[in-house]
């Protein structure tokens, strides 16, 4: 599910905004979210200090990253594991499903991965006849629905527990219920029976540590150990930027990662996997296998700015604030991670397609507000919105668009000469005067039009001060 | 390895062009890692009243059961007296971090519940052991650490203590002795510290499985077990 051309953005955007229900079901999940993290957070007087703690391993991490994925490499290699080094999603995908193919799986259990949703994994799978079965239950809900998730965290926060309740009707012909309880249960029934003779393992992982070489995998339901643990064979997949230097740096993490993604202290399950099982044991695979993604990353990498995106811990709380995403939900966004994160990592991730999300923003600035690694990401938003109209491969805008580039160049122009503009401003008062209603303009003459279309304009107003250049701020 | 090769030099480049120096400075020029108030030792004898009851508290808020604190000498009647409380009919035990689990099984025998005892497998006999934990209504283990501030266990997996055992059966049952409780995560790991993490997977548990994938009301039980019980081991002569 790569990120489509801009059209479909547009397209879904406008779709979405007009979706109440979807709307209501957002607002609900993100204002229960919001409530508990305000809990956690007000419980917890050392928050900001872990914040800052985390900033800092983080980015001191991030600016040691080809040492520490050596360090991290020579420690999973000691520990029994085999490491590949992924370049881009293909080779990633090939990597994997060669593996299952070699091993004779005919089916895999996966816990839950947004990288190999990046990867789209599960159409290669399909494609070699394997069947891959998404085991969290918010993923394992919109798998039966044949959609990607919309959320990072929480993949079903688009459906009702009635959508559900007819979804499990259709497709095992049970009787209807919309009660969270009896729908759980029923998808731990099926997906046991798949858990304890699964032979092919796959999960994401959270963070891996280099000074041991141990991944770390956090997850509330079990079907992450269960995926890590009963099948014969584990893979484990992780971007390049999830390494941490040392064990004792790891507690900075958990201690602000639930509480921002879900209001929890720590998440119910925190497994800390270094190796495969040993002579006698009954729990873990026989094979483990560690692939280690670039996918675009050491890309951002080299880019000053937006290096600061590979800080990101994948909470989604971000997402849970952002005004846009609590309108049209995640899959608008068309792109595997929707909501603010998505907007600055997408168009790196997904290449040109995905340029135009740094522009479906409001440049609010609650996410930077919330995020728990401190990433500014509505700098990083200006910085890509800057290299998609100014820099070295500009998109290729629709005409109205172009359009508006146009005027607003001219604009610019204008505006340079404070005289001509202070002029002009008087003018364009005078004459808008008659058609205002109480201050605003509620219509103007094209292309202006495509303003008030939305929202009414406020009468330009003659003595009105601007604020001098020194008092705007950046965001 | 080709790969790992070309990624690895293309990360170098990419931290040489942005100005490596430069974005170790801001690294630096923080806070220290860190927070004074972190660098407390692990509590001595005196806060371990305190701690159990942070512990009992926590594992409460997130819907765990506490079942008590026991002397070691209490313990297998306790235990005995759980079971039939919930109603198990098979328990799933195996060895002890520092407990004599046999003890616990030879009770729970003489009260006339069947005992699945985990020991060491040969690949062949897996799916079998496997079947015979997961059809336990109750696993017991031991934790190697207590964390009070959030209500965690954190228990190791070996090959006489499967993490299976907290992970299969119905319900779950974890023993944690109180001199291994800790004030919070950042002491524990640093107790456990990093050559036993290579030795054995460790999971820390806090609370049952649990979702809240339907409209973000929570459900227990959804892969693991559906209840946690835990019980504090404390010696009546501290």
Redesign the interface.
Known sequence: MAASPKGDFFDSSRAAVQDRELQR?LE??ST??LDHFAIVKAEFP?YE??K??A???K??A??H??EL??QL?D?LHA?GCK?????NAE?ARKYIVDLAKAKGATRVVKGKSMTTEEIELNPAFKAAGIDPVE????EY?VQLRGEGPSHII????H???ED?GHLFTEQFGIEYTSE??K???E??QR??AI???ADFGITGVNFA?A????LIVVE????G??SS??PDTFVAIMG?EKVIP???????F??ILARTA?G????????????PR???????P?EMHVV?L?NGR??M????VL?EALNCIRCGACLNVCPIYRRIGGHAYKSVYPGPIGSIVSPNLFGSAAGYLPFASTLCGACKDICPVKINIPRILLHLRWKETEGERPLKWPAALEGARAGARRFAGIARHPRTIRMLGRLAAQMLKPFAHNGYLRRMPSPFSNWTKYRNFPRPHPHKRRPASSEVREP | ?A??H???A??????E????Q???D???N??????P??RVPIAGPEHRAELATSLAR?LEL?GGKFAGIVSPAELSNRIVTLAREIGAKVIAIGEGASLDMDAIGEALERADIKVVK?V????SE??T???Q??NADLGIAEAEYGIA????LAVI???TR???LT?LPTASLIIVQIDRVVH???AM??AH??AR???H?????????????????I?L????PKALHVIVVWPRDE
């Open positions: 079901k609900s999940a229960r979210h050392l200090a872990e800052d703690a900033h800092r391993i980015t001191d991030i600016a990253l080809d994925l050596i490499t420690k520990n490491v590949f080094f992924a370049e080779q085991t969290d239950l918010g809900i929480t993949p079903a926060i459906l009702s527990k559900i969270p309880e729908l759980t249960a998808a731990r997906l046991r858990f304890l003779t540590i000074e041991t070489g141990t509330n339901e079990g079907n150990r269960l643990s009963m390049i040392r064990l004792a740096d790891l507690s900075h958990l201690e879900t929890q202290k720590l998440t119910t399950y925190t497994s800390f996997i270094s190796g040993r002579e006698g044991e009954l729990d873990g026989r280690i670039d050491s890309a990498l080299a880019d000053p290096r | 390895m790969e790992a070309k990624i690895l293309t990360i170098k480049t990419a931290l062009a942005g100005e490596r430069q974005y170790l801001l690294a630096n923080h806070a220290p890692v860190v927070p108030t972190r926590e997130v985990a060491p497998v040969a690949d897996r799916l052991m496997r079947e934990i997961a501030s959030t209500g965690t997996s070996t090959e499967p993490g299976s992970l919070d995560l950042a790991l640093a510290g990093p993490l290579i030795e997977r460790l999971t820390l548990i806090t609370g049952p499985s649990r979702t809240a994938d339907i409209e973000k009301r459900v039980g959804v892969h693991g």
